[in-house]
């Protein structure tokens, strides 16, 4: 079946520890994206990127890094300067083309103790 | 900040039609409007989008003015499994998957 794929579904972290979140994709997007909710709020975007090798910031990126080395693979590493790191953390990918909608992952809840 | 206004709940009996208002009194010419559901703790899922002509698909309606500053989606026969929270969003082309969300309409599907 083509999809995301995110995982772990739920997270947990000691306070100070940098984590990394996967998304993996098979629908040969160009596009990914990473957003996250807080409760009752909707989603904010963190980082995107719209080519292999290339991603720009999003609204809040302090405090998190990714890397996309690969077309199907968007990591994101949630680092210690991130003040508040628990949430729910959601991927999408999108041919990034003209009108095409965003399909998003079933997301990884983080929580950090 | 997000570009669209909507209500924060609404209720619709089951069978019946849900229609779901927005407005987006800012919108620019090149922009459309999307329709995205989240039920809960799961990711958002794409229901419909348009421009400015009315759309229709399998699973909804999206109704826009003619001066494109409000829209409604109109799930024709709502069931239970239709409960989340929707979420109306102005985006511009080749825009993909850049989307600034408000907080949405949470629709509660009684029977």
């Known amino acids: 079946d083509g999809g995301i794929t995110q995982s772990p579904k739920y997270l947990f972290r000691k306070e100070g520890q940098n984590v990394t979140l996967s998304c993996e994709q098979n629908?040969?997007?160009?596009?990914m994206y990473w957003y996250r909710q807080d409760p009752g709020q909707g989603l904010r975007l963190i980082y995107y990127?719209?080519?292999?090798?290339?991603?720009q910031k999003g609204d809040i990126a302090e405090g998190y890094s990714v890397s996309r080395e690969k077309k199907e693979s968007f990591p994101l590493t949630v680092t210690s300067a991130q003040k508040n790191p628990t949430a729910f953390y959601l991927c999408?990918?999108?041919?990034?083309?003209?009108?095409?909608?965003?399909?998003f992952g079933q997301g990884t809840r983080l929580t950090v103790v | 900040d997000a570009k669209t206004t909507q209500p924060p709940s609404m209720d619709c009996a089951e069978g019946r039609a849900a229609n779901l208002p927005c407005n987006h009194s800012?919108?620019?010419?090149?922009?459309?409007v999307y329709w995205y559901r989240q039920i809960h703790s799961q990711g958002p899922q794409y229901i419909i989008h348009?421009?400015?002509n009315n759309e229709t698909n399998e699973m909804a309606s999206l109704i826009i003015t003619e001066d494109r500053k409000s829209s409604t989606l109109i799930l024709p026969h709502a069931t239970l499994r239709d409960t989340a929270v929707y979420y109306c969003?102005?985006?511009?082309?080749?825009?993909?998957?850049?989307?600034?969300f408000g907080q949405g309409t949470e629709l509660s599907v009684k029977p």
């Open positions: 999408a990918s999108s041919t990034g083309q003209g009108e095409a909608e965003a399909f």
């Open positions: 629908l040969n997007h160009d596009a």
């Open positions: 990127s719209q080519i292999v090798n290339d991603f």
């Open positions: 800012t919108i620019s010419g090149n922009e459309y």
């Open positions: 348009g421009l400015k």
């Open positions: 969003i102005v985006r511009g082309y080749n825009q993909g998957g850049k989307l600034i």
